[in-house]
């Protein structure tokens, strides 16, 4: 079945909440220990999408196989350019090629948002993931060493990154 990219849809949440569920209960590439529930995940939707930056899902046919997207990466106006990703697929649909799809339609929509870097901070350093990143263009720029604990062991946290559009080379284009 073809695989599609599309928006998210608050309808999605109760897919998503599960999809996230797994990676915070059995994973190390966040570092929540409880996941959210409807509610909250329901939240994080309205408030992503509310401010006009991309959140992602992928589909075959009604089965949602995970998700993806884009927030600002710190508080303060000097980072309105930059931006995190996070990007999840459900655990028995891992390896088919959809966090790729994912990851390059979020690097699309995330520029379009007027992002100019994004940063992926990949927990527990998953090596899934870094090659995933790698592969979409991002470099290592950090690794912060044992600075969380889960699954009875420390985890570093891998810095990669990527230039969206004209990245640094001009000046940002005021939202």
Same mark, same amino acid.
């Given at each position: ?18 999809i ?13 220990v ?17 401010r006009?930056w &991309? ?21 303060? &106006?000097?980072y ?12 028995e ?28 901070v990949?927990?527990?350093?998953? &090596? ?18 044992a ?15 990527i ?8 000046? &940002?284009e005021?939202?």
């Amino acid at each position: 079945m073809t695989v599609i990219v599309r928006p998210v849809s608050v309808a999605d949440a109760g897919v998503i909440a599960a999809i996230y569920a797994h990676h915070v209960l059995h994973g190390t590439a966040t570092y929540e220990v409880v996941p959210p529930g409807l509610a909250e995940t329901e939240d994080k939707i309205r408030h992503i999408s509310g401010r006009n930056w &991309p959140f992602l899902v992928a589909c075959a046919g009604d089965q949602l196989l995970g998700y993806c997207y884009a927030t600002q990466f710190r508080d303060r &106006p000097a980072y309105a350019y930059a931006c995190e990703n996070s990007i999840y697929i459900a655990q028995e649909r891992r390896g088919e090629g959809i966090g790729r799809k994912l990851l390059t339609a979020l690097l699309v929509a995330a520029r379009e948002a007027g992002f100019r870097q994004m940063v992926a901070v990949i927990g527990g350093g998953e &090596p899934a993931s870094v090659a995933l990143h790698a592969a979409c263009g991002f470099v290592e720029t950090g690794r912060l060493v044992a600075v969380g604990w889960k699954a009875g062991r420390w985890l570093d946290s891998v810095y990669m990154q990527i230039a969206l559009g004209a990245g640094a080379t001009t000046p &940002p284009e005021l939202f």
